[in-house]
């Protein structure tokens, strides 16, 4: 008995590293944010040895769920946090977290690179993801089915596009979900027919189409001055959560995410920052 409460002892040393002087950040969510997310990791780690990061995705669901169970303690999500949610965790831990915007993106809209179609607007794309255009050739195409792509519901971006797109309409049952934003762009990557949406810091081998707010509006491409003007339609910010007032090293190192220095790395990787 007394090895193995000696054993037991080891692991629990082993595991927790702030006993070694090492302080361990756990953040776990949005697909849309995890090449993003892994930059700030890797770069504030470089400058801080005695600090490690560890980030995963599984969609803003999944993260905000691991922030609720306590298996995470910064929670990534391209969609604000639902009121449920926060109920949910101050269920748990009396409080109802803390939200920190930390980035914008413009969403964009993929579609092949030999596709003629320059632009969209808002009811065209919620006339593809409901259903109800099924041809390119509506679109000012070729006479070629649509081959429709999105995200799974567990992420933000999902979330997302459905109630600001969609208006809360239910997406076509003919969409074929992916697991990530980067396989919707390699989806429409080899796909002629295809279309897609996600993160602007994922735009590459594929054609960002411009969005009109309506029929008679100008269409606006995803770029920092048509994002931060409000021009582009479907702009959004990108949120950390976490559960209580950030202390000790989550503190340092959200505040450096928002730093100068940190906000370099949300242009480097494609996204916008927020000051």
């Known amino acids: 008995m007394k090895q193995a409460g000696t054993l037991a002892l080891i692991l629990a040393l082993l595991t927790n590293a702030t006993l070694f002087g090492q302080e361990k950040i756990t953040v776990k969510g949005s697909d ?9 990791a890797e770069r504030y780690m470089a400058a801080h040895p005695d600090v490690t990061i560890q980030v995963t995705g599984g969609g803003s669901g999944t993260g905000i769920s691991a922030l ?78 649509i081959i429709v792509y999105g995200r799974e519901n567990s992420s933000g971006t999902y979330v997302y596009f459905k109630d600001n797109v969609l208006m809360g309409e239910d997406y076509t049952a003919t969409m074929q979900t992916m697991p990530g934003t980067a396989a919707v762009v390699n989806a429409v990557a080899k796909d002629k027919a295809g279309i897609g949406y996600g993160g602007a810091a994922y735009g590459k081998g594929i054609r960002e189409v411009k969005v009109k707010k309506d029929a008679s509006s100008p269409a606006y491409a995803p770029n920092l001055e048509n994002i931060k003007s409000g021009n582009y339609p479907i702009s959004r910010y990108l949120y950390m959560y976490v559960r209580n007032r950030p202390a000790g ?13 940190g906000q370099k790395i949300v242009t480097e990787v494609g996204y916008f920052p927020i000051r």
């Open 249 to 261: 090293a989550l503190k340092t190192y959200i505040d450096w995410i928002l730093s100068d220095e």
């Open 32 to 40: 849309t944010m995890v090449i993003l997310a892994q930059r700030w």
């Open 68 to 145: 609720i169970n306590g298996a995470t303690d910064i929670c990534n999500a391209s969609r604000p946090m639902k009121g449920s949610e926060f109920d949910k965790l101050k269920q748990r831990f009396g409080t109802r977290g803390v939200e920190i915007k930390s980035a914008l993106d413009g969403l964009s809209v993929y579609v092949n690179a030999e596709s003629p179609v320059q632009e969209l607007s808002l009811e065209q794309l919620k006339d593809i993801y409901t259903g109800k255009i099924t041809s390119w050739k509506d679109l000012g195409g070729p006479n070629t089915k």
